[in-house]
């Protein structure tokens, strides 16, 4: 439950009293900023030593991802699970497909429906990405200190179900 307290507190530059919650609200979003921007500099400065992996957008990472957890997927269906377009979706797997990681055909049960499916060369690539994902987790996970880990791990949630909720 959102804390529905507002504490005041002067603002010295201009002499007004400023809404305690709001400057906390700017500094989460500076705080918010900060992170994206950190993980897109990290993403952008990992190795290039795979490969097929670093070719992957991290759209086409969880399109993969969620055609692997679904049996005889369509293009729609998984589009939907990804949150982008049918027609965008179709162009992933297009592009995927050119690199040889995912296939197409059309349904057994409708055809005016494709389905999708992940290739040997799009597991092995998925194989290399969450491995390297992995290490980076285990990364930053090892650079937070012990004693604050378990608060890190309730406020992950925390946003995750924030973010749910939005």
Do not use: C, Y
Not at 72 to 87: F, L, T, W
């Amino acid at each position: 439950m959102p804390d529905e307290t507002h504490e005041f507190v002067p603002d010295e530059t201009h002499g007004a009293r400023v809404d305690q919650r709001d400057a906390e609200l700017e500094e989460f979003q500076r705080a918010w900023t900060e992170l994206i921007n950190a993980a897109i500099h990290a993403r952008s400065r990992s190795g290039h030593g795979h490969r097929g992996a670093e070719d992957l957008t991290l759209t086409q990472a969880l399109l993969m991802e969620a055609v692997r957890g679904m049996d005889n997927p369509s293009v729609g269906s998984v589009a939907q699970i990804v949150g982008v377009s049918s027609p965008s979706a179709t162009r992933m797997i297009q592009q995927l497909e050119r690199k040889g990681m995912m296939a197409r055909r059309r349904s057994e049960r409708d055809e005016r429906s494709t389905v999708v499916a992940i290739t040997e060369e799009g597991e092995r690539v998925l194989a290399i990405r969450r491995k390297d994902m992995e290490r980076k987790q285990r990364q930053v996970f090892d650079a937070i200190r012990p004693s604050l880990r378990p608060l890190v791990l309730t406020l992950l949630r925390d946003l995750r179900e924030a973010l749910d909720e939005t």
